[in-house]
């Protein structure tokens, strides 16, 4: 039951942090929320692995290492996608693709996922059509941003690095602490910045929006750590 309790938890974060991200990244570059949420989730989670035990392992840091790279990437394209389509597909559909490539990676690794599961994936596919279809209603605001070919592009490559990213993290051995999740906020963030600097936005966005940069990256830290918590062979909590 508890473990119930934690994936909620962890979802709600997940959805609070995309919701505030999608917001932050229609106000200003989508580069510069990431560059800010990036390395206040890396720093708390680096304090947070102080007191949660663990001893790191060559291969849970090679595996925490790859999990960073492929989610910067995914973060950033997934904000970007925010920005310039529609929440209500963009959103969605990005978590269709994160729940069903790492189910399909586990079928295939031998794994046999409950009827259960594949009842909530067919549930989520219907619900992507239903929030998915356009309102004749709808302002001048919400007709600009459409679902283009670019949209579509950007929310399949970062529900597909999610999914890579999840699919990482859980090659990492029980009983390395968060330090895996350490090297993952780490490269992610260090990512980011060259990232940044190559494009030449590497500036701090307004305060105000610097304030919603912070709270995302809070958010993604209680739903990772809120995530490997309903984990039982991720012993870190």
Same mark, same amino acid.
């Given at each position: 039951?508890l473990?119930v309790?934690l994936?909620l938890?962890?979802?709600?974060?997940?959805?609070v942090s995309?919701?505030?991200?999608?917001?932050?990244?229609?106000?200003?570059?989508?580069l510069?929320?990431v560059?800010?949420?990036?390395?206040?989730?890396a720093v708390?989670?680096?304090?947070?692995a102080l =007191?949660?035990?663990?001893?790191p %392992?060559?291969n849970?840091?090679? !595996?925490?290492t790859a999990?960073?790279?492929?989610?910067?990437?995914a973060?950033? !394209?997934f904000?970007q996608?925010l920005?310039?389509?529609p929440?209500?597909?963009?959103s969605?559909? %990005?978590a269709?693709?994160?729940?069903?490539?790492?189910?399909?990676v586990?079928?295939?690794?031998g794994?046999r996922?409950?009827?259960?599961?594949?009842?909530?994936?067919?549930l989520?596919?219907v619900?992507?059509?239903?929030?998915?279809r356009?309102?004749? %209603?709808?302002?001048?605001l919400?007709?600009?941003?459409?679902?283009t070919a670019?949209?579509? !592009?950007l929310?399949v490559?970062?529900? %597909?690095f999610f999914?890579?990213s999840?699919?990482?993290t859980?090659?990492i051995t029980p009983?390395?602490g968060l330090w895996p999740?350490?090297?993952a906020?780490?490269v992610?963030?260090?990512?980011?910045v060259?990232?940044a600097?190559a494009r030449?936005q590497?500036?701090l966005?307004? =305060?105000r929006l610097g304030r919603?940069a912070?709270?995302?990256?809070?958010?993604?830290?209680?739903?990772?750590?809120?995530?490997?918590c309903?984990?039982?062979s991720?012993?870190?909590?």
């Open positions: 039951m473990a309790v994936s938890f962890s979802a709600s974060a997940y959805g995309d919701f505030v991200g999608g917001v932050a990244s229609r106000k200003v570059e989508a510069r929320v560059l800010v949420s990036y390395p206040v989730s708390v989670i680096a304090a947070a =007191f949660a035990g663990g001893t %392992t060559p849970a840091i090679v !595996w925490g999990s960073g790279v492929v989610m910067a990437l973060m950033l !394209w904000y996608a920005s310039d389509g929440m209500s597909i963009v969605p559909t %990005t269709i693709i994160v729940a069903a490539l790492p189910a399909a586990g079928i295939i690794g794994e996922p409950p009827v259960i599961a594949y009842v909530g994936i067919a989520a596919l619900a992507v059509v239903l929030v998915s356009e309102s004749k %209603t709808r302002g001048a919400q007709q600009e941003r459409r679902f670019r949209v579509a !592009w929310t490559g970062a529900g %597909t999914a890579l999840f699919v990482f859980h090659q009983g390395t999740l350490v090297a906020r780490a992610a963030s260090c990512e980011i060259v990232i600097a030449k590497a500036t966005p307004p =305060f919603l912070v709270s995302i990256g809070l958010l993604d830290v209680v739903a990772n750590l809120t995530m490997l309903s984990m039982p991720k012993t870190v909590c």
